[in-house]
């Protein structure tokens, strides 16, 4: 590696681990975490010593209930880790802030070995009732008032992600013609691809009049373009890139991260509405690559929403502004056996809402050639991974280490 | 049907930067943060002016006309029993990149459009005083007791709304 390439080249995802991923599994956070972080590490080769690093995201306190898992604190204690870096917060590149900071710790020297994690028990936490909008649903006595970006848009009854995100698919419908039936290829793929996925939440077939007729969330956004919430967490051990020979299964190389944000950092203010941040830390990946969007072999793409997918094919250059309703028209170009296999375990819309770690975990199954019934054929060398929506995004490529 | 609202109104704090902009209906007016140097608004507001860093800013009233960049219908019911509501981003006509997250009212949900113009309605409750927009040119609909004149003084908690 020359002395100015990227600082993430000298990364390695070394090893993947996975807890139980289901619906109200009634288990605790740390415990799934432990699970999950304890796969990982064995995965990677690796004793509980040799860990240095630690990393999640979001960090304590964060969000609705079962959304942020355990804290560093709680992990590290819990395994007993002697750290010489950790991490652990919510502002940053989406989700991937927490892979993305491991492998610039990797590469300054700051740590070897870094377990990084992401853990949900938001099944759980909704017990039998259903999702919560953002700040709660009322109830009796005196509300609280709210200040920073929510009292924008709380007080008009805008409490959920699913609202916000509906203003960005309604303005793609009225500037690009986007149909609900091109939505709705986005959702039955990642169906079909959770069939093979034994982890995956909703496995049973769906059809395109079964997606047309599901019940409206908010406008155009319907129930099955929203992802599943579930209990789960998922763990990567980043490694230092001159461990990824000594690695029992193949490494997969960090080549480049996308982590800019040019715009305004607000989801109603944005310049535009129709693409957000994913545009930013798309183009930023590509600066820091000498890969093409034509050199990816897989695409692990956030589905929190369905069209949030659309919005990162194009944010990633697979096809042009606009032009997403028409790539996924029909569904084969994104099938397995297409020539973009997309969100191949499921996305979150069939296989759970790990909030995008489970999208990173996959990336890593099909470069190493081990995911299955579902593999992606002719061995796959590139994948590209994105994650977040509105003004939250991050992404990067990986690479089958040689 | 006839849209209205939220069920419940989450309300904002007033005590802060925003507080002028939550407050400033009390006689009808909408305003932003205007930049008395290079003339642009701020919005949210923000101690300088964002665009040339000029401390001189202070609280202007515009219009309170303004178009539909794009809306949603809620269906979902955070609130048990609630009916669909439409939240719009409206774009305002002095400055098209100043946006806001608001609900249209007095039209009916099918018949809201992007590009629509619409012009600003306030919605008191306690000292705040919500702008919400409704198709420009149309006299208010009476939504409910208390929205038929959005000038009335509070009559109830939050979000009590009288019957629709």
């Keep these: 590696m020359s002395a100015d390439a990227p600082l993430e080249r000298r990364a390695v995802i070394s090893g993947i681990g996975q807890s139980a991923v289901g619906r109200r599994l009634g288990r605790s956070d740390l415990d799934l975490t432990v699970e999950a972080s304890l796969r990982a590490v064995a995965d990677a080769g690796l004793t509980r010593d040799e860990i240095d690093g630690l990393a999640t995201y979001p960090g304590m306190g964060s969000g609705t209930p079962g959304f942020a898992g355990p804290t560093t604190p709680d992990v590290q204690d819990a395994l007993r880790l002697r750290l010489n870096w950790h991490d652990g917060g919510g502002e940053g590149p989406g989700q991937m802030r927490?892979?993305?900071?491991?492998?610039?710790?990797?590469?300054?020297?700051?740590?070897?070995?870094?377990l990084v994690y992401r853990t949900v028990t938001e099944s759980t936490a909704q017990g039998s009732g259903g999702r919560q909008g953002i700040g709660g649903g009322g109830g009796s006595g005196k509300l609280p008032r709210f200040s920073g970006f929510l009292q924008w848009t709380l007080p008009f009854g805008a409490v959920s992600a699913v609202n916000w995100i509906a203003l960005v698919a309604q303005r793609r419908m009225h500037e690009f013609g986007l149909?609900?039936?091109?939505?709705?290829?986005?959702?039955?793929?990642?169906r079909r691809n959770a069939a093979a996925n034994p982890a995956a939440i909703y496995r049973e077939p769906l059809s395109m009049e079964d997606y047309l007729a599901a019940r409206t969330i908010s406008s155009p956004l319907c129930l099955y373009?929203?992802?599943?919430p579930c209990d789960g967490a998922t763990a990567l051990v980043v490694s230092h890139v001159d461990y990824a020979a000594d690695a029992p299964h193949p490494a997969c190389q960090v080549n480049a991260v996308g982590t800019?944000?040019?715009?305004?950092?607000?989801?109603?203010?944005?310049?535009?509405?129709?693409?957000?941040?994913a545009r930013d830390a798309g183009a930023s990946l590509w600066e820091r690559t000498e890969l093409t969007p034509g050199d990816v072999d897989v695409a692990e793409l956030y589905d929190g929403f369905s069209i949030l997918a659309m919005v990162w094919l194009e944010a990633l250059g697979f096809c042009g502004r606009g032009e997403s309703g028409a790539f996924v028209?029909?569904?084969?170009?994104?099938?397995l056996d297409g020539e973009l296999p997309l969100n191949t375990a499921?996305?979150?819309?069939?296989?759970?809402?790990?909030?995008?770690?489970?999208?990173?975990?996959?990336?890593?199954?099909q470069l190493r050639g081990e995911a299955g019934d579902r593999q992606v054929p002719g061995d796959p060398e590139v994948a590209a991974v994105a994650n977040g929506g509105g003004p939250i995004a991050g992404a990067m490529l990986l690479t089958r280490a040689r | 049907m006839t849209a209205s609202g939220p069920p419940i109104r989450l309300l904002p704090r007033t005590d802060g930067e925003g507080g002028f902009f939550w407050t400033s209906g009390a006689d009808g007016r909408l305003r932003f943060l205007h930049c008395a140097d290079c003339g642009r608004l701020a919005h949210p507001p923000a101690p300088r002016c964002p665009s040339c860093l000029s401390p001189d800013v202070a609280p202007r009233p515009v219009s309170g006309r303004a178009t539909v960049h794009s809306f949603t219908v809620n269906h979902q019911q955070w609130i048990p029993g609630a009916d669909p509501y439409v939240v719009a981003l409206v774009t305002i006509d002095e400055q098209p990149d100043v946006r806001l997250t608001t609900n249209l009212v007095g039209v009916d949900d099918g018949e809201v459009r992007i590009g629509m113009p619409v012009e600003v309605v306030f919605e008191q409750h306690e000292e705040v005083f919500l702008p919400l927009f409704r198709p420009l040119g149309e006299e208010a609909r009476p939504l409910g007791e208390k929205d038929s004149d959005p000038t009335l003084p509070p009559t109830g908690g939050t979000g009590d709304r009288g019957p629709r």
């Excluded at chain 1, 149909?179 to 990642?190: D, F, P, S, V, Y």
């Excluded at chain 1, 373009?225 to 599943?228: H, S």
């Design chain 1, 329 to 335: 028209e029909g569904g084969r170009r994104i099938a």
């Design chain 1, 346 to 365: 499921g996305g979150q819309l069939s296989g759970g809402r790990l909030h995008g770690f489970g999208l990173l975990h996959e990336a890593c199954l």
């Design chain 1, 225 to 228: 373009d929203c992802d599943a």
């Design chain 1, 98 to 114: 927490a892979v993305i900071a491991a492998c610039l710790a990797v590469g300054a020297g700051l740590a070897r070995h870094v």
């Design chain 1, 260 to 277: 800019a944000l040019r715009g305004r950092p607000s989801w109603d203010q944005f310049d535009d509405m129709t693409t957000m941040a």
């Design chain 1, 179 to 190: 149909t609900r039936e091109q939505l709705g290829e986005i959702a039955l793929n990642g």
